[in-house]
Structure formats: C-alpha cells, structure tokens
C-alpha cells in the first residue's frame, strides 16, 4: 500500500520561503513520477510541480517557474518542494501525489498525501 506523507507547511509572510517535503512508502518508486499540486478555497486543485523519480526531470506550472524547486532524495523516498519569493496568491493545501511515467504530462496520478497547508500572509 502506497502512503504518501506530506509536511511543512505553515504560515509566512509575501517574500519568505517553505519547503515541503513528501516521504514515500509502500512501494518501488523508481518508474514513478511525483507530483505536487495545490487547492485554493473555492478553486480547483492545479498542478504546481512534477520530477521523474529516475532521472530527476522536472516540469513546473508557469505561475512557480523561476520561484519553486522540485527535488528527490531517492535514499530517503523523498520528494521536496522549495519554495522561495511566496506570494498570497501561493495560499492552498498541497498535495503530493504519485503515478506511472504518463502521469508526467497527463497528470494521472493514482496516489495521493493528505494535503499540508500553506498560508502567505501580505
């Protein structure tokens, strides 16, 4: 049974930075690719990050390119986002989520954390 277990978010003021990470258990996870995607009250979930847990080839949405970093520890099945120069519009729960190579650009993912939340003060 894959788990996916997300922590540290919190709450910051516009301009600082969190990192979040992602552990991973229950399964092999060197064909896979890891996602982390957002939810804004009153939005839908969107996707903010993914890295290909072999090789390490990363993706991001246009709104974090240039302020949020994707990562992998692959001796601690970890998966890290930084996250620098936060702004409001970055508040949401964050979700880390696990799926085949496809899921890479097709964003199907058939595992998911249970969300941390992230606030940014202004």
């Known amino acids: 049974q894959v788990q996916l277990v997300e922590s540290g978010g919190g709450l910051v003021q516009a301009g600082g930075s969190l990192s979040l990470s992602c552990a991973a258990s229950?399964?092999?996870?060197?064909?896979?690719?890891m996602g982390w995607f957002r939810q804004a009250p009153g939005k839908e979930r969107e996707f903010v990050a993914a890295?290909?847990?072999?090789?390490?080839?990363?993706r991001y949405a246009d709104s974090v390119k240039g302020r949020f970093t994707i990562s992998r520890d692959n001796a601690k099945n970890t998966v890290y986002l930084q996250m620098n120069s936060l702004k409001p519009e970055d508040t949401a729960v964050y979700y880390c989520?696990?799926?085949?190579?496809?899921?890479?650009?097709?964003?199907?993912?058939?595992?998911w954390g249970q969300g941390t939340q992230v606030t940014v003060s202004s």
């Open positions: 890295i290909r847990w072999s090789g390490g080839t990363t």
């Open positions: 229950g399964g092999t996870f060197s064909s896979y690719v």
């Open positions: 989520a696990a799926g085949p190579g496809r899921a890479f650009y097709s964003y199907e993912y058939d595992y």
